[in-house]
């Protein structure tokens, strides 16, 4: 269930710049630079994650960076980033999505993703609401798991940072929420908060794949 990423760049399967294009489940249209980004902060990542070929526009060239960045398209997305799979699994049984996760559909789009997330040990909760918007704690939590399953990310030790809303970070993540902070994929703000469950947009989402594909090795900077 590993997959060698090394120190090159490593093109991101077709699913997963579908997913940050907005067209999960639907075609992608090449484009040269999306036509909806003035003024959002993370438009240099954006845009570099398109320039190679990780993310693609909609088919009217927009990235939407305010839309909504549900727990189905992070998990597709860290699926696919990192290479997960089950093929070295033998099951007596087709899996299924809904064995894992009850809300989970499976017909939908998503099922074989949320299938590889489930026997990759990614620590979902069970009662996990694909369509429900991913919030920063989730998809943080979700890009280490599976950057450290497939051995693009390293584990270590790390001495705690405060974090004035400790009380809110969901049970079981605040260990995620300190290697978020050491890798770079999250920042506190002026008074020490991590905002652990707030909604993500979708340009945020994109800023952190950024980050977490450079610490990675996944994609390259100059």
Not at 70 to 77: G, M, R
Not at 169 to 196: C, R, V, Y
């Amino acid at each position: 269930m590993r997959k060698n990423f090394g120190k090159t760049f490593v093109a991101i399967p077709a699913a997963a710049a579908i997913l940050l294009s907005g067209l999960a489940g639907g075609s992608a249209y090449a484009a040269s630079a999306f036509g909806d980004l003035q003024g959002v902060p993370q438009a240099a990542q954006i845009t570099a994650l398109q320039e190679a070929g990780i993310v693609k526009g909609a088919k009217d060239g927009k990235f939407n960076p305010q839309g909504t960045f549900t727990n189905a398209q992070a998990i597709q997305l860290a699926v696919d980033t990192f290479g997960l799979n089950i093929d070295d699994l033998n099951f007596f049984k087709k899996p299924e999505a809904s064995d894992s996760f009850p809300k989970a559909s499976d017909d939908a789009w998503y099922s074989e993703a949320l299938v590889i997330a489930a026997y990759s040990d990614l620590n979902l909760p069970r009662d996990l609401d694909p369509n429900a918007p991913a919030t920063r704690a989730s998809f943080a939590s979700l890009l280490i798991n599976a950057g450290q399953k497939s051995g693009a990310l390293p584990m270590f030790r790390l001495i705690p940072v405060e974090i004035t809303d400790e009380a809110s970070i969901p049970d079981g993540s605040s260990g995620s929420m300190q290697e978020a902070l050491a890798f770079g994929i999250l920042e506190l703000d002026a008074k020490g908060n991590i905002h652990p469950n707030e909604p993500l947009t979708r340009a945020q989402a994109a800023d952190m794949l950024y980050k977490i594909a450079v610490k990675g090795h996944i994609f390259e900077t100059e």
